[in-house]
């Protein structure tokens, strides 16, 4: 059974201003499937989408248990 290593971003404790940068950067730097951590805050979700929208990326919950933890894939 192989494990597979997902990178991850955890936004806790980032700056609203500070996200799309590092959320950019990361995206380029890493290959998906990727896993990025926003907590509960709905405008830290918003700002995360508006960059993944600009590499035609989406974002979904990874379990519906815990919203605030979402997988990073392409826009197929």
């Known amino acids: 059974m192989s494990h597979i290593e997902i ?3 955890d936004l806790h404790g980032v700056r609203h201003r500070e996200v799309r940068q590092i959320v950019e950067d990361f995206v ?19 700002l995360v989408d508006e960059v993944l929208g600009q590499y035609d990326l989406r974002a ?10 979402l997988m990073v894939y392409t826009s197929d």
């Open 7 to 9: 990178n991850t971003l």
């Open 28 to 46: 380029l730097r890493n290959d998906l499937p990727l896993r990025i951590i926003t907590g509960n805050s709905v405008m830290m979700r918003n």
């Open 60 to 69: 979904e919950p990874e379990n519906y248990w815990n919203l605030g933890s």
